[in-house]
Each structure stands twice: as C-alpha cells, then as structure tokens.
T-cell receptor, first 114, second 114 residues
Framework: DTGVSQDPRHKITKRGQNVTFRCDPI?????LYWYRQTLGQGPEFLTY????????KSRLLSDRFSAERPKGSFSTLEIQRTEQGDSAMYLC????????????FGQGTRLTVV | AQSVSQHNHHVILSEAASLELGCNYS??????LFWYVQYPGQHLQLLLK??????LVKGIKGFEAEFIKSKFSFNLRKPSVQWSDTAEYFC????????????FGAGTRLAVHP
C-alpha cells in the first residue's frame, strides 16, 4: 500500500476553466476527506465521504465545487469556472471507519489560477 | 465556532534547544487532539494523538504533548531539537459530532539552525 495518492501534483489553469482532481485513498479506508490549504494557513475542511455518500460539505464549498466518490473508492473534486481565489493546495485524506483513527494525507494538488 | 489557535507562527531555534509549541482550542465537549508535521516537500504526517487516558502523550521522534483540559490546551514539546526537525507543525482537533473531520490551526514554521 503506497498511501493516499493524488493526481495531478500541480495544475496551472486559466481563470474560467474547469479543473478536476483525483484522490485514491488507502484501500479499505471508507472515510475520505478533502481539505484546502492556502499560504500561511492550516488545511481547511471542504467535504467528507463515508463510502460513496457525501455526508458533510463546508460553507467553503461554493456551487462551483463538486465532489464525487462514485464507487466508494477514489474521489474527484471538480472546480468549475475557476477564479484566482481558488489557487491553493487541495489535500485529500482517508481513514478507517471504525472508532477513532488517524487520517492519512496525500501530497496534495497545487492549483494555480492565472 | 469551533477553532484551533497556534500561538507562534514562526520559531527559530538552535540545535539542542528545547521546544514548546502552543495550541489552544475552543470549547467543544469531547475532543480528539493531534499534532501533524509537514517536512519541506512532503505530505502531512502524524506526530502524535490523544483520544483518552494519560494526558501526557508521547509521539515519534522524541516529541510529546500534554492535554490540559481546564486550559483547552495541547502543547507540543521536545527537550532537544535537531536540524532535521525543521518543518511546519500543525495542531488539529476533532470536535464531537463532526464526522471525525479535523479542524487545524494555522501552523507553526520551525527553523532549527545547526
């Protein structure tokens, strides 16, 4: 098991374009989280999946953001009509669903909107 | 609102100096507490965690943290830092009823000089 994998590692896009990021969690982890981290700040929670069900979304997740986890394994995060303020590191984390367990983080996707 | 505060944004130490990084959280009932570390160019890694029991928690690489419930604090300590401890340190909290999502502090950037 190689841990949480995110793709791509870096993405540069023009304002107004759509982008999609992928996260592959540790196998058999049924909990999956997306976070966003901007310079000088800690990661901020965006959304949470338990298996394929999206159970919580932050107010930070505007209508331009959508996340899916169609088969309860990998997840995608799409940003439509990107804005410069979307530039950030997008982090994915996964954990097992039983009891209190730690979350394992991927290396993130760094998005730059120009 | 649920929040986590880290008192120092930047800390500079010489090797062998002692380290203490402050972390306070807002009142939220039962909490689970974490310290994560991010070495340059790497993903977030768990240093230590507290769920219950002995409030003095020992983690990897000689780090420890003490949970003081009356002060809503979970400070990180290391008696003697090394150059390899240069990294960014994040305190994080899971508040009860939150689908195990982590609420992070803004982080403390530690630089250790030889």
């Amino acid at each position: 098991d190689t841990g949480v994998s995110q793709d791509p590692r870096h993405k540069i896009t023009k304002r107004g374009q759509n982008v999609t990021f992928r996260c592959d969690p540790i196998s058999e982890h049924n909990r999956l989280y997306w976070y966003r981290q901007t310079l000088g700040q800690g990661p901020e929670f965006l959304t949470y999946f338990q298996n394929e069900a999206q159970l919580e979304k932050s107010r930070l997740l505007s209508d331009r953001f959508s996340a899916e986890r169609p088969k309860g394994s990998f997840s995608t995060l799409e940003i439509q009509r990107t804005e410069q303020g979307d530039s950030a590191m997008y982090l994915c984390a996964s954990s097992q669903g039983t009891g209190n367990t730690e979350a394992f983080f991927g290396q993130g996707t760094r998005l730059t909107v120009v | 609102a649920q929040s986590v505060s880290q008192h120092n944004h930047h800390v500079i130490l010489s090797e062998a100096a002692s380290l203490e990084l402050g972390c306070n959280y807002s009142y939220g009932g039962t909490v689970n507490l974490f310290w994560y570390v991010q070495y340059p160019g790497q993903h977030l890694q768990l240093l230590l965690k507290y769920f219950s029991g002995d409030p003095l928690v020992k983690g990897i690489k000689g780090f420890e943290a003490e949970f003081i419930k009356s002060k809503f604090s979970f400070n990180l300590r290391k008696p003697s830092v090394q150059w390899s401890d240069t990294a960014e340190y994040f305190c994080a909290v899971i508040f009860s009823g939150g689908y195990n999502k982590l609420i992070f502090g803004a982080g403390t950037r530690l630089a250790v000089h030889p």
